[in-house]
């Protein structure tokens, strides 16, 4: 069973940073995407960000591309997503993902039903 769990969530003035990370177990296979997923209040869920942790190719969403970063740390088995010039757009509750097999990174984005695990979530603030 994979378990993932978040940390690094908080509160941050626009134009800050924060760092996200997602420490993950239990996987049997080196096969799969790892990523984050956003939902803003009364706004749908958004991928942001992916790694396979097959090839490393990354995806990141539009909104979010220049600003984050994607990484992962084998030793750790974590994924961190560093977060850059955050506006209050960013605003929202942040999900560490995982699809499992051999999946291209964009399918983050594809929606909850594509990802086999979720973490609990962290909450990004992010005041004007």
């Known amino acids: 069973q994979v378990q993932l769990v978040e940390s690094g969530g908080g509160l941050a003035q626009a134009g800050g940073s924060l760092r996200l990370s997602c420490a993950a177990s239990?996987?049997?296979?080196?096969?799969?995407?790892i990523g984050w997923v956003r939902q803003a209040p009364g706004k749908e869920r958004e991928g942001v960000s992916a790694?396979?942790?097959?090839?490393?190719?990354?995806y990141y969403t539009d909104s979010v591309k220049g600003r984050f970063t994607i990484s992962k740390d084998n030793a750790k088995n974590t994924v961190y997503l560093q977060m850059n010039s955050l506006t209050v757009e960013d605003t929202a509750a942040y999900y560490c993902a995982v699809a499992l097999g051999i999946v291209a990174p964009e399918i983050v984005n594809r929606g909850m039903d594509f990802m086999d695990y979720w973490g609990k979530g962290t909450l990004v603030t992010v005041s004007s």
């Open positions: 239990g996987f049997t296979s080196d096969r799969y995407v």
């Open positions: 790694i396979s942790n097959s090839n490393g190719n990354t």
